[in-house]
């Protein structure tokens, strides 16, 4: 089940430059950083995450055109059980199962549903505990 946007992320060739144009843009800094790889902003009242990313980190087939480089990932509580449900009905795999950093427990995958859609879901630590305090308040 998807339980909430966790992250969106976009890919570019500058990333010192997308760095610059989002934190002009945003009004506030990154608050993590890979070295020549990736950048992220907390975003909102609810710290959605906004990436950065380096394009030559981009899946394979990813194409360089408008709306085709972005990825939403939707937060699941199971991801490879997720990600085999998705390709038994149907979808075709975009990205596989990825580990973001060893030990940290966040990991992506990204499926092309059967319209031609990506489909990114990852388990996010950060998301679970933003959202604690909603879930046990229901």
């Not at 990436?51 to 939707?74: D, E, K």
């Not at 795999?93 to 966040?106: A, H, K, L, W």
């Amino acid at each position: 089940m998807l339980r909430g946007m966790a992250t969106t992320t976009y890919y570019a060739d500058d990333l010192t430059a997308a760095k610059d144009w989002y934190a002009a843009f945003l009004g506030i800094a990154p608050y993590f950083e890979v070295p020549g790889g990736y950048y992220e902003f907390r975003v909102g009242p609810l710290q959605a995450e906004l990436g950065i990313i380096n394009r030559a980190y981009a899946p394979a087939g990813a194409h360089h055109a408008p709306g085709g480089g972005g990825v939403v990932f939707w937060q699941v509580d199971d991801l490879a059980a997720t990600h085999a449900r998705l390709l038994e009905l149907g979808a075709t795999e975009y990205e596989p199962i990825t580990e973001r950093g060893e030990g940290t427990g966040f990991a992506t995958a990204a499926v092309l549903d059967p319209f031609g859609n990506v489909l990114g879901i990852m388990t996010n630590p950060h998301f679970v505990a933003m959202t604690a305090p909603l879930a046990a308040a229901r």
